[in-house]
């Protein structure tokens, strides 16, 4: 291998559409803008994506101009295995930006699987764990959509569904897709829509209906009192997702959540995600693995950390109605891994 003096970073705009239009409580959308991230060293390139959310005060414009600062700087140095300390050189330039933090990380992991030709798993230690099924989300849209999304769900072999919330008709939400879906095992994510007193009154509703738990009944800046109140309240567990961004997250939620969901575009990338599921394990607290809209870059990059969750939403390439990319497959609840180095990633034949 030839002595590149630095590592090189590129990026391009990654948009995408869903197969139906995607609805949460903050809005409906048929369209994906995310970014395509890439490391090389030598002959060998990184493939990463950057999943940036209005709600974490990120865009695509923001997360371009943060990688051009970088890029043009020159922080990614010239050692393609020094991954963590990459990391920690970028937090202290930027704060937040955890979408364009997790973009890079994802290129430079999958960069350091290829120069080994090992996949990241088993760099990472983790292969040979069985990581638990996926769910499939069932977003917002008219109460038709949603009992037809669901019977497709149900018809394409899913076996678990989570169901989006935050709207004035959520409970005939439930009623439509327990209708297409009797049996299955059922998640609801409120996505911050509803009060603390919505929030216990509507989890009885849920528990009722055969719901496993709710993944972020309160705004992102509810307190931690009013945190304590839905718990103490509610009939199923209570999860935190926006409100849970980093490691010292979960040690403030301690106490007054029952889980927490982590997300490589909230943590800023793997490295990040590890510590954020340790803290959680060490403080007794559950931990779902979900991830933003992505294609299979983002979602393969979370599958490699998924054997450590309890539960996993990882659906978010199956939403795509053009996922350009090939890597982690769904095969009967699970998604799988290849053997390819790396993250796995490559393009998807036209």
């Known amino acids: 291998m030839s002595q590149q003096t630095e590592l090189k970073l590129t990026f391009e705009p990654l948009n995408m559409r869903t197969k139906h239009p995607f609805g949460i409580s903050y809005g409906t959308s048929s369209d994906v803008s995310n970014v395509l991230v890439k490391v090389q060293y030598d002959t060998f390139e990184g493939l990463g994506e950057a999943a940036p959310a209005a709600y974490h005060s ?3 414009p923001t997360v371009i101009a943060v990688l051009k600062s970088w890029s043009e700087s020159g922080s990614l ?11 920690r050189r970028l937090d202290k330039t930027l704060a937040g ?33 069985l990581p638990p099924m996926t769910d499939f989300t069932i977003g917002i849209a008219d ?6 999304k669901t019977e497709e769900a149900v018809k394409a072999g899913f076996h678990i569904l989570k169901v989006k919330q935050g709207t004035s008709y959520d409970k005939e939400i439930i009623r439509r ?14 996505n911050g829509g509803w009060t603390p007193k919505q ?3 509507m989890s009885h509703f849920l528990a009722e209906n055969g719901v496993e ?11 931690l009192e009013d945190w304590r109140l839905v718990r103490n309240g509610a009939a199923i567990p209570i999860f935190a997702d926006e409100s849970c961004m980093r490691a010292p997250d979960a040690a403030r939620l301690a106490g007054v959540v029952d889980g927490v969901v982590v997300k490589l575009a909230k943590t800023g990338g793997l490295s990040e995600a590890l510590k954020l599921i340790h803290t959680a394990r060490a403080l007794d607290m559950r931990v779902m693995f979900g991830m933003m809209v992505e294609s299979s870059i983002g979602v393969t990059a979370a599958t490699h950390l998924s054997a450590l ?14 996922d350009p990319y090939d890597g982690a497959i769904y095969k009967d609840g699970y998604m799988v891994l290849s053997d390819r180095p790396g993250l796995g990633v490559i393009p998807r034949a036209n």
């Not at 140095?77 to 990391?87: H, K, L, R, S």
């Open 199 to 201: 929030a216990i009154a």
């Open 213 to 223: 738990f709710i993944e972020q009944p309160l705004h992102k800046f509810a307190s």
């Open 97 to 129: 930006n955890g979408a364009a933090k997790a973009g890079v990380e994802m290129a430079l992991q999958d960069l350091r699987g290829k120069i080994l030709g090992m996949p990241v798993n088993k760099i990472l230690g983790l292969s040979g764990l």
């Open 77 to 87: 140095g010239n050692d393609p295995f020094a991954v963590e300390a990459t990391m």
């Open 143 to 148: 109460l038709d959509m949603i009992e037809k």
């Open 309 to 322: 969750a309890d539960y996993l939403d990882l659906d978010g390439a199956m939403l795509l109605a053009d």
């Open 58 to 60: 990120e865009s695509v």
């Open 177 to 190: 897709v327990r209708k297409a879906a009797p049996s299955l095992p059922l998640r609801v994510d409120a």
